[in-house]
C-alpha cells in the first residue's frame, strides 16, 4: 500500500510539481490546515472529465495575456510564476506537466495598451498571473502605470498571494509606489487563520498604512477551511487589519482539485451562520465562477418564505416587511 501511495504522489508531483519557499515550508509544518494547501495529494489525479482550462480563458482572450469576459473589465497576466504553487490553483495549466513559463514581454504590453486604446469601456483591469509581485519592482510598475494610463482604464486591482506566502516581499517603497498610481487596488488571498502569522499582518498594514485599500479572496476549501468557525476567525482578523473579505469561492472547475469540492450546500450552511455572528464588513460574498466563461454567481442563503415574510438574524424568526411588495405606480417628472 505505501508503494502504491509513493507511486501515485510521485505521478501527482510529476504532473503538478511542488514549490514551497521557506517561510511556507515553516507553516506548512506548523499547520495541518496550510500544509494541505502546498504539499500534493494523490487525489489531484481524481479529475472527472474536468479541463484544464474550465473557465475559457484561452477562448476569451483577444490579444496575448489579455483575459476579456466582461463588458468593463478584464484580467492581464503577468507571469506564470508564483512564490509557492497552491494545489488548488484554478490556474494549474500555467505551470503543470512543464508547462513554459513566461513574464509578460514589452511587445505583449504594448499590444494590450492598443487594445485598451480601442477599448474603452474597459474600466477596471486586474493584473494576476502566476503572481505579479514576483516581478522586480521597476517592472510591476512600469505595467501597473502603462495599463492605468490607457483607454478609459480607472482601476487597477494588484492580484497577489504576496503577503500571506512571502509577506517580506511588501516592503514600505513599494506599498508607496503602488499608492502613488491613482486607482489601484491590492486583492490578496488568506484562506485560513494560520496564515495570518504577524509577518503577514505586517505586510497587511504595510499597504494599508500607505494608502492602498485591501481585498481579500479566499476559496472554501474541503478539509482546510469548511468551517464557519474557522472563516469566522480569519475576516473577523482580516476585517480588523482594514483588509475587506471580498470573495469566498467555491473551487472552480479545474482538473486535479475537484478533491477541495464541498459543493455550494456547505458554502450557504456557513453563509447562513454569518447572518447572525459577522457584521458587515467582515462579510464577503460567496460565488461560484460557471464553466465555460459564463462568469460569476453571487449565491446567498434562501431568507425569504413563499408568504413574503422574512428570515431575521436576530430572533430566528420569520417576519413581514409591510412595505416590501409595494408599487406606487407613480413616476416622477
Partial sequence: ??????????????????????????????????????????????????????????????????????????????TTECFVRCRFCFRKRLWADGAAHFHLSAD???????FLAGHREITDI???GGDPLVLPDDRLLEIATRIRNSG?????????????????????????NLASIDGTWFVTHFDHPDELTPEAERACRLLVSRGVPVLNQTVLLGGVNDNAEILRRLFKRLAALRVKPHYLFHIDPIEGVSHFATGIGKGLEIMNEFRATLSS??????????????????LTPECRREDGAYLSSV??????HPLVDRNSGETSC
Fill in 281 to 298: 464588513i467582515a462579510t464577503p460574498s460567496f460565488a461560484i465562477d460557471l464553466p465555460e466563461g459564463a462568469g460569476k454567481v453571487i
Fill in 152 to 176: 478609459g482604464v480607472e482601476t487597477v486591482r494588484i492580484c497577489s498571494r504576496a503577503p500571506a506566502v512571502q509577506p517580506s516581499r511588501i516592503t514600505e517603497q513599494l506599498a508607496s
Fill in 1 to 78: 500500500m505505501e508503494t502504491e501511495q509513493a507511486v501515485l504522489l510521485a505521478e501527482v508531483e510529476r504532473r503538478y510539481p511542488v514549490k514551497l519557499n521557506e517561510y511556507c515550508r515553516k507553516l506548512a509544518k506548523e499547520s495541518a490546515a496550510v500544509s494541505k494547501l502546498y504539499l500534493p495529494d494523490p487525489r489531484e489525479l481524481e479529475n472527472l472529465g474536468l479541463s484544464s482550462d474550465g473557465l475559457a480563458e484561452r477562448a476569451q482572450s483577444p490579444v496575448p495575456k489579455l483575459i476579456r469576459r466582461y463588458t468593463d473589465r478584464a484580467v492581464v497576466l503577468t
Fill in 108 to 114: 505583449e504590453l504594448d499590444r494590450i495598451c492598443t
Fill in 315 to 320: 430572533t430566528g424568526e420569520y417576519v413581514r
Fill in 126 to 128: 486586474l493584473l494576476s
